[in-house]
Structures are given as C-alpha cells and as structure tokens.
C-alpha cells in the first residue's frame, strides 16, 4: 500500500473541524456532476452524511492496520452492492471528494494532500471491487423476503419471521439490513434472533423507535405475505469468539436477539456451554421473549436465565442486568457476551472491566448501524 500516512492525517487534521461542510459538499458536487447517482441514495441524507464522516475517520485511523482496514472495506463493498454500486461509480466518488476536502480546507491545503488521498483512494477503491467481485460469484446483491410470521409482542416490539427466496448464508450472532417497501433505499441493521435453519427462516426482534421510519413499517404496517429485502449479513459477534466453557449474555432489550441465536447454536456443540442469560428491561412488561427463552432452558440443561427490572415500581427489586449478575453470585470467570443499545453496553463494559473482568473476555458487537463509506 504506497499510501503516504504522515499526509493523509495531516490533511485530515484540517477538514475535519469542517467535516459536516466537507459531507454536503461532496454529496452536492457528486450529485451535481453525476446526477444517475443520485437514484442509489435515499431522499433523507442526513444521517448518510454523518456514516460518510464516521468511514472516513474508521479509515485515517487504521491506516497502518492494512490487514484490518482490508477486511473493513471489504465488508463495506459486500454490503454495498445492494445499493448498486459498480466499479465505474469508484473514480467519480474519489474525485468529488477530493474536491470536497480541499474546497474546505482553506489556503492551508497542499497539492501533495491531492497526491495523498488519491493514492489511498485507489487504495480503497481496489480492495473494494475486488471484494465485491469475488462475493458475486456466489451470492446475490440482496435478497427479497416474504414475512411469514409477525406478532406484536409489547406496543414497541414486534417478532418479524422472514423466509428469504435463496438460502442465507450467515452465522449465529450475526444481523442483517432491512429494507421495506414503505421505505425505498432506507436500509436499517436487525440482528438475527435464530441459528441458522434448515428452513433458512430468519427471525427478528423489532423494537419501535419513535420517529424511525423502517422499524415502525416493519411493526405497524406490515403484514403476513408482505416482502422486504435483505442486506448481506455482517457482524461479528460470534460464539467462536469464546475461550471459555462458562459464558455469560448480558441483553439490554432487543439485544437479546443475537445472544439467543448463540444459545441455540450452542446448543448443537458436542461440549455444550453453561450460560447465563441475564435479559435487562425497565419494566417487567417488556421482557417480550420469556416464553421462547423458557422453551430453550428445558431443552438446554446448563442454561440459567434471569431477568433483571430496572424502572418497574411494581417489582421488589429494581436491578441492572449487571446488578442480578452480582446479585446472583455468578463466577465472572468465562466470556462475556454483551448486547443492547450503545449506552447500554458502553456502560455495562466499564461496570464489568472495573470489576476486573479482562478485556479480552468481554465481546460486543459495534457493527451494527456502522458507517458506510458513501451509499447507505
């Protein structure tokens, strides 16, 4: 990779207090000068400026990371192609961010930052297509989903069952991008709430954020017999992540989903696991799920599940899934597998690593609404 990192950083120091002005310029001049892109993006751009902003800053800073920043980008290609993209959108996209970078950097950029970014744009460019090259060789772009199940749990979460029209190939823990028909080209990230199925049927845990436009079609206008389409599954909150035969789940509302995909793929293992589920919810109504977890405790023998109520005047003990955990007296000695809305496992990891749980045993899953590098 012949990219120079000294002046990539150095000319990113620069843009980046303007990075919002740097967002709508780029969008204007790419559509502008290329307006046939346009049709890949939804009419909202507001939250695409802010996963261009957040791709660029992913990738400044893993410059030296090649093998890393590879697979990021690879996984940003895979997922891209659902959008559309093809290798002749790349050189228009680079060029109109350069543009962008140096119309908003002021007297202090360089000709050699132009030099800089287009070394490491091509960089980017190559992995790219060559990732999504080798990916169309077995799968498709996306794939369109019939909904053959839909309950309204609680009034804010629905379990959506989706039956796609090729087998999807993903792995416990994993999630996927939505899109509805209500919502062209929005696409937003479920994870999956299932191992993998001989009737490759995917099932997810939606929960109804105010104002969202896709969780709120997903809950409230659609039907059995309805179709979606479905990203490439990404993630990698993975039960191969785990170096230890005592795991503990910590879910905070519909971060349950992945974590009872692993409790049933643990299941399937010859030297199955002990786990602890710990499922966290404000009030004792929203424990959506506990019929379904019940039926896997009885054919899981070494499966302990706790709810834990943090809000609910109605319960004796109000707790944090990280409370019931100590309460419970559970031996923080295995992995520790946690999931929920960014606060949440932000500050479930920092309860946990100041009671000494090492880092390397605490497993989360970021990826989830992650940036895109330009079409999301």
Not at 85 to 99: D, K, N, Q, S
Not at 191 to 206: E, G, Q, Y
Request: glycine share 6%; charged share 20%.
């Amino acid at each position: 990779m012949s990219i120079d990192i000294e002046l990539i950083r150095r000319s990113w120091a620069l843009v980046e207090p303007a990075a919002d002005k740097v967002a709508m310029h780029f969008y204007a001049k790419l559509f502008a000068d290329y307006p046939h892109i346009r049709e890949m993006f939804p009419p909202a751009m507001d939250s695409q400026r802010d996963r261009l902003l957040r791709a660029l800053t992913q990738v400044v800073l893993n410059l030296e990371n090649v093998e890393g920043l590879g697979e990021y980008l690879g996984q940003l290609a895979r997922d891209h192609r659902k959008y559309g993209v093809l290798p002749e959108h790349y050189p228009a996209v680079g060029r109109c961010l350069v543009i962008a970078m140096r119309a908003n950097a002021g007297n202090a950029w360089r000709a050699v930052y132009d030099s800089a970014w287009i070394d490491a744009y091509q960089f980017i460019a190559d992995v790219m297509v060559q990732a999504a090259e080798q990916e169309s060789e077995y799968t498709p772009p996306s794939w369109t989903g019939v909904v053959v199940g839909h309950e309204m749990r609680t009034r804010e979460v629905a379990v959506v069952t989706i039956e796609p029209d090729q087998p999807y190939p993903f792995k416990a823990g994993q999630y996927a991008t939505l899109q509805t028909p209500h919502w062209p080209k929005v696409w937003r990230p479920y994870s999956i709430a299932n191992a993998p199925r001989r009737d490759h049927r995917l099932t997810f845990h939606v929960r109804v954020v105010p104002g969202g436009w896709v969780s709120t079609a997903l809950a409230h206008h659609t039907r059995v017999g309805g179709t979606v389409m479905l990203g490439p599954p990404r993630g990698s909150l993975l039960l191969e992540r785990a170096s230890t035969s005592h795991l503990i789940f910590i879910a905070g509302g519909t971060g349950l989903a992945p974590l009872k995909a692993l409790i049933e793929e643990s299941m399937w293992l010859p030297d199955r696991p002990s786990i602890d589920l710990f499922h966290g919810v404000r009030y004792a109504g929203d424990a959506y799920d506990l019929p379904d977890l019940r039926a896997l405790r009885s054919h899981h023998r070494r499966l302990r599940v706790v709810k834990a109520v943090s809000d609910d005047p109605q319960e004796w003990r109000r707790e944090s899934a990280v409370d019931a955990l100590l309460n419970h007296r559970v031996a923080l000695d295995g992995d520790i597998f946690v999931c929920g809305s960014p606060d949440m496992v932000q500050v479930t990891t920092s309860r946990l690593l100041h009671l000494g749980v090492p880092s390397r045993l605490i497993h989360t899953e970021f990826t989830p609404g992650a940036p895109t590098l330009v079409y999301s």
